[in-house]
C-alpha cells in the first residue's frame, strides 16, 4: 500500500543551528500534508501543514516546504532549541478523503546538543 | 486551539479484565474521532475511526470485538479493551476534527500497561 515516510532516523543537532527533517511521500494524490511533533509520553502537536498548491509555508521559527515533483517534504526549524526534543512525524491526507484520515510517516527523532 | 481530552492518561490492569478510553473534545463538535494504537519508536497505527451515531469503522487486523468503540455524541467516543492481555500493553491515542480541512487535535495519550 501507499505510505509517507518510511524511516526512523535520529537527528542529532547543536542548539542554535537550524535543523531539516525530511519526509518522502508515495500518494501522488495526497492534497495536504502537516507536521506534528510529540514529546515523549504525549500526543502529537500540530506544528504546520501546507496544501499541494504550495511550494512553501513558514511559521514561527519553522517553515514547510514541499516539492512535489520528487514527492519529499520537508521541515526547516530555526535555531533549535532544547525543547524542539521530540519526534516529528509527517502526516497526508489523500485528496478529499471523506474521513480526513492521516496517513502517517514513520517519525524522526531529534536531539538537540548542548 | 481546540482541546482534545483523553482519559486516564496512565492505566494499570489485570489480564483478562476491560478497560475504558475516554476521548472528548472540549470546545469543539467533532464527527469523526480516530483511535491509534502506538508502539515505542515507531509511528501511529490507526486502528478504527469513529463517526458519531454510526458504528466505528475498524482497519485491517483491528478486532473489534476486542476495541470496542462507542461514539455516543459529538463530543465523546470511547475505547473499551475487553479481556485485556500482556500484548495489549501500548500508548492509546485519539484525534478529532472539527470538519473537513481542518487540523485533528490529539489527545494526550493513554499509557495502558496489562500485568
Known amino acids: 500500500g501507499e505510505s509517507v515516510g518510511l524511516h526512523l532516523p535520529t537527528l542529532s543537532v547543536q542548539e542554535g543551528d537550524n535543523s531539516i527533517i525530511n519526509c518522502a511521500y508515495s500518494n501522488s494524490a495526497s492534497d495536504y500534508f502537516i507536521w506534528y511533533k510529540q514529546e515523549s509520553g504525549k500526543g502529537p502537536q500540530f506544528i504546520i501543514d501546507i496544501r499541494s498548491n504550495m511550494d512553501k509555508r513558514q511559521g514561527q521559527r519553522v517553515t514547510v516546504l514541499l516539492n512535489k515533483t520528487v514527492k519529499h517534504l520537508s521541515l526547516q526549524i530555526a535555531a533549535t532549541q532544547p525543547g524542539d526534543s521530540a519526534v516529528y512525524f509527517c502526516?497526508?491526507?489523500?485528496?478529499?478523503?471523506?474521513?480526513?484520515?492521516?496517513?502517517w510517516g514513520a517519525g524522526t527523532k531529534l536531539i538537540i546538543k548542548p | 486551539g481546540a482541546v482534545v481530552s483523553q482519559h486516564p492518561s496512565r492505566v494499570i490492569c489485570k489480564s483478562g479484565t476491560s478497560v475504558k478510553i475516554e476521548c472528548r473534545s472540549l470546545d469543539f463538535q467533532a464527527t469523526t474521532m480516530f483511535w491509534y494504537r502506538q508502539f515505542p519508536k515507531q509511528s501511529l497505527m490507526l486502528m478504527a475511526t469513529s463517526n458519531e451515531g454510526s458504528k466505528a469503522t475498524y482497519e485491517q487486523g483491528v478486532e473489534k470485538d476486542k476495541f470496542l468503540i462507542n461514539h455516543a455524541s459529538l463530543t465523546l467516543s470511547t475505547l473499551t479493551v475487553t479481556s485485556a492481555h500482556p500484548e495489549d500493553s501500548s500508548f492509546y491515542i485519539c484525534?478529532?476534527?472539527?470538519?473537513?480541512?481542518?487540523?485533528?487535535?490529539f489527545g494526550q495519550g493513554t499509557r495502558l500497561t496489562v500485568v
Open positions: 484525534s478529532a476534527n472539527e470538519g473537513w480541512g481542518t487540523e485533528a487535535f
Open positions: 502526516a497526508e491526507i489523500p485528496y478529499m478523503d471523506s474521513n480526513y484520515q492521516l496517513i
